[in-house]
């Protein structure tokens, strides 16, 4: 169709030529001229990426500026030389004029251009619609401008009821999802954020809500990516096994405080030979404290997960009816006798270091005893001599199968002292029965 103007000087006041790496606009520039290519071939960029390639005479370019009356949405560099019609924005209307065969050409080329771009929207609404994770796009303003069928189905609204709302509208939450988004658009990354949303016929719902910035090649932030799955029965049973767990450690304490003694009256009473009462006394407290502590180290020990452990024998040492007794520490060992956790109160000894090993030390056909008593001596640092302590050495199992050994820690002449107890008294009290 340019070929029949070619002779017309008219033409030529449009007319220019480029050169191989000239760049004829770039993304983010104001200029809004429209542009036809008569010949040669030129690349289409976003940042530095290219994405297509302009080479057939007569295709038109820079329109989206021209009829949007906005900014260059990418840069046109030429790939080869060659020339094309520059109509300036507000000469469009006099080239019409002019030229009215090749504004039908350019109209029928965006037409074809539109209809193709339409398609490839409708390609990617339909993959996005087949995405299990709800999907939602904001302009930058926080306003929605898509969301998948996921998305429509997790917060129960449409597009007719959410497109161009503020996004936070979808969430019970709108603050936090407003912090969040500030968050992205900050540089922050935000991921797995549970958020809650309200279901308009569900009810209440937990949404792990992750975001992204949307940007363009000049790094100007664009929108927002909201990206959500539904964990409404993952934070339920969480919430749920909180409130269980607190119960259960508060009806725990209560029942080793108030059935130790009952435990001990059935345990002691078969047997035959008959303790002093300063020597019950002893044996019950140990009783119910090897007691107390196996019920709250086996389950972490059968798991491998004692992150807290430290801060369970601590608190035992803070009760009261503890800090009065002659005990140094707890060590607890796993089935090579090497040490898992330790804790001596402040000034009663150095506590050991996990992975330290106990194997030197002869603990006997343990598994067929209630208790042992080992006579230990620690070094004193940087004071020179040696320090004397008792451990009662507990097996410690869970259905049937052995997890280690509970060792609880006596000063020796505390012991003595107070309830007239050496190592053959430790040794002569039944703690725990022989299993047969």
Request: contains cysteine.
């Amino acid at each position: 169709m340019i070929e029949a103007y070619q002779d017309d000087p008219r033409l030529g006041r449009y007319l220019i030529s480029f050169h191989q790496g000239q760049t004829l606009f770039l993304e983010g520039d104001d200029s809004q001229d429209l542009y036809v290519l008569v010949e040669g071939e030129l690349d289409v960029l976003k940042g530095e990426q290219v994405i297509s390639v302009i080479s057939e005479p007569e295709a038109v370019f820079g329109e989206m500026s021209f009829l949007m009356g906005d900014k260059r949405t990418a840069t046109i560099r030429a790939r080869s030389q060659g020339k094309a019609l520059a109509i300036p924005r507000q000469e469009v209307g006099r080239f019409l004029q002019e030229f009215p065969e090749l504004g039908q050409g350019m109209a029928r080329v965006l037409a074809q251009r539109l209809d193709a771009a339409s398609n490839q929207l409708f390609g990617l609404k339909e993959f996005c619609d087949m995405l299990p994770d709800a999907v939602v796009l904001t302009d930058q303003n926080g306003k929605v401008t898509a969301l998948n069928r996921a998305a429509a189905e997790l917060y129960g609204r449409e597009w007719r009821q959410a497109g161009h709302r503020p996004v936070e509208e979808l969430f019970e939450q709108g603050q936090q999802v407003r912090e969040l988004a500030g968050r992205v658009r900050g540089g922050q990354t935000c991921h797995e954020q549970v958020v809650s949303s309200r279901h308009p016929q569900q009810g209440h719902r937990y949404v792990s809500l992750s975001l992204s910035g949307l940007y363009d090649a000049q790094q100007n932030f664009k929108g927002l990516l909201l990206v959500g799955r539904d964990v409404t029965s993952v934070e339920r049973l969480k919430r749920r096994l909180r409130r269980l767990r607190g119960w259960l450690a508060a009806a725990l304490a209560a029942l080793v405080v108030c059935a130790g003694g009952l435990v001990a009256y059935h345990y002691f009473s078969g047997q035959t030979r008959q303790a002093s009462q300063l020597h019950a006394e002893f044996r019950d407290q140990l009783a119910r404290d090897h007691l107390l502590l196996s019920s709250l180290l086996a389950e972490p020990l059968a798991q491998g997960k004692f992150e807290r452990g430290h801060e369970l024998l601590g608190r035992f040492f803070a009760m009261p009816q503890v800090s009065a007794l002659p005990y140094t520490g707890v060590v607890l060992l796993d089935n090579d006798k090497k040490v898992v956790e330790s804790y001596y109160p402040k000034g009663a000894g150095s506590a050991q270091k996990p992975g330290t090993s106990y194997s030197h030390i002869a603990f006997g056909d343990e598994r067929k005893a209630g208790h042992r008593v080992l006579n230990v001596f620690h070094q004193r640092q940087g004071q020179g001599g040696s320090r004397r302590e008792f451990l009662v050495a507990f097996p410690l199992g869970s259905k049937d199968q052995p997890l280690g050994w509970l060792l609880i820690g006596l000063d020796p002449q505390a012991l003595k002292k107070r309830y007239d107890l050496d190592q053959g008294g430790l040794a002569d009290l039944k703690l725990s029965s022989p299993e047969p």
